[in-house]
């Protein structure tokens, strides 16, 4: 089969250091994430991923970020089988072909541009999995939700988004899902001004683009203040492999202080809304 020319730009790019990382992680012998389709994409996909990327040296490190969400989504299914995710910002993100039971119903939410590159590439929807081409701002997205348990991704997202944006996606979400979970991850305010200044690039050239949203010490207590909201929790990657990723990382991440440094991974957020009384 030939491959397939991708061409974004900007934000929706982003997508494809994501998937590229997760591949070269997924193509080795002692991986920690299986990621088949993320490997068959990045074969399928003419894109200059090592001009721009370089060799994916940062393919554990997305992994084991991959994988957290992989346990959230999977322990929430155990908990309710046939419950709904919502992946807002899904990218090229294999997580649904990872983590389905069968199951689970599954609704997408991202932007035309890139909702027109997953339909060149991935099987079309099956019945419990649909797709909504617009964006996470656009509350229409709400309504299409059907009732019941739901858990929110925005993995690799809110840091692309305007403060007032996330407040306001986020405010709405607690406000329309009570009971829901949202998992979600940010970047911390030294890598967010750094990507404003624009020097946020890889040995290759490709330069990062902003990201505005930064998870900060004011954005968890907002966070963690909202009447909706019932619990906010830290959580980490899980172990991974050699001294760094196995020995180094899960100590340090032990400290919250270093751990929201974002180095030992980006930090990522369990926030559970309150049940309607
Ligand atoms: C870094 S990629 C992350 C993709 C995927 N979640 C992952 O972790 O691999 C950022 C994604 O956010 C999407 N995105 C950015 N702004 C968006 C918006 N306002 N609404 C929906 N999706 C958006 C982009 O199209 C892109 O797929």
Redesign the pocket.
Known sequence: MGQTKIELAG??E??LW??YQRATEARRGDRVLDDPWAVELVDRIDYPFAEKFGSGSLGQWQALRASRFDLEVRRFLADIPGGTVVA??????TQFFRVDDGRVRWLT???PE?VAVRDRLLPPDPPRRRTLAC???DESWMHAVEPGPVLISA???LM??QPTEVHRLLAACAERFPGATVVLDGVPRWFSDRTLAGTMRTAEGYVTPPMPWALDRAERAWLAALPAVASVTELVPPRGRGIVYGGAFPVLNRIPAVRRLGVTGLPILRVRFADRP
């Open positions: 934000v929706p982003t997508l994501n998937l807002l910002g899904e990218g090229l993100e939410v991202e932007l890139t964006s996470v701002l993995q690799g997202l692309y988004l």
